[in-house]
């Protein structure tokens, strides 16, 4: 097996190895028709194209006499401090038990230390049990519990995260104000990743409990909009975040 990075000539087989770790891991919980078009939706050929040949983008794939048979997505976000977000961790059904996870994990790993991040992060359902085996048995910590909706049902999603770099200093807190002369406090611990930047969730009131928005982390624009894919558009620079992703390990 080698672990090498992946390039544009890849993307099929990427789309490939997908499909077929998404149908493995939900085919008895969501529809053949919903997890088709979220392979559309997530793996875009074009799209998917440009994340693999883009320079902040972490994407190693595993290959086993000569075919792509697992890869993995990751990408810095400058938060409050430098985070690692792994976005997809994906082993073909036919490969799976063999370490190509932790190998794919390990460079991963590896490239982002030598990137500076702070801390690395991954989402995992928690019906996936043995995506979180996977992480707990990889040294990384819970580090809390979000929601996420899939074809109209809501399922628990687990954050686990390791620490690559304990004393450096956290970004500073910082307020923003809008047109109407609102201040506006952002959480820069939540950090989603954009075309050009990440997109911050805003609030009305310093405990974060009142939302206002998100604030663009390219041009710190406040005009955001979100449709119902959760897409995210900066209306004032044009940053873009893609729909949600379900879950970071699918292994």
Known sequence: ??????????????????????????????????????????????????????????????????????????????????????????????????????????????????????????????ANESGTRFYEGEGYDRAGVDEITIDRETFRERIYTKRLVEDRPARETKTYTDDEGEEVYVDFDRGERGSNGPFFPAYRDPDHEERYGYVCGNCEGLDVAVDTMDRLECLDCGNRRKPARWDAAYL
């Not at 090498?4 to 099929?12: F, G």
């Not at 392979?39 to 075919?67: K, Q, S």
């Not at 792994?86 to 996870?101: C, E, F, M, S, T």
């Open 1 to 126: 097996m080698d672990i090498r990075a992946a390039t544009p000539n890849d993307v099929e087989a990427i789309r490939s190895v997908a499909r077929a770790s998404m149908a493995d891991s939900y085919g008895h919980a969501v529809a053949e028709s919903v997890l088709s078009r979220s392979v559309d939706e997530w793996y875009d050929a074009e799209e998917l194209a440009a994340d693999v040949a883009a320079r902040r983008t972490v994407f190693p794939v595993a290959v086993v006499d000569g075919e792509v048979v697992g890869f993995a997505e990751s990408y810095v976000v400058d938060r409050r401090e430098r985070v690692g977000e792994i976005d997809w961790l994906h082993v073909h059904p036919d490969h799976r038990g063999a370490g190509i996870g932790h190998r794919l994990l390990a460079r991963v790993e590896e490239t982002l230390r030598d990137r500076d991040v702070d801390r690395i992060e991954g989402r995992v359902l928690e």
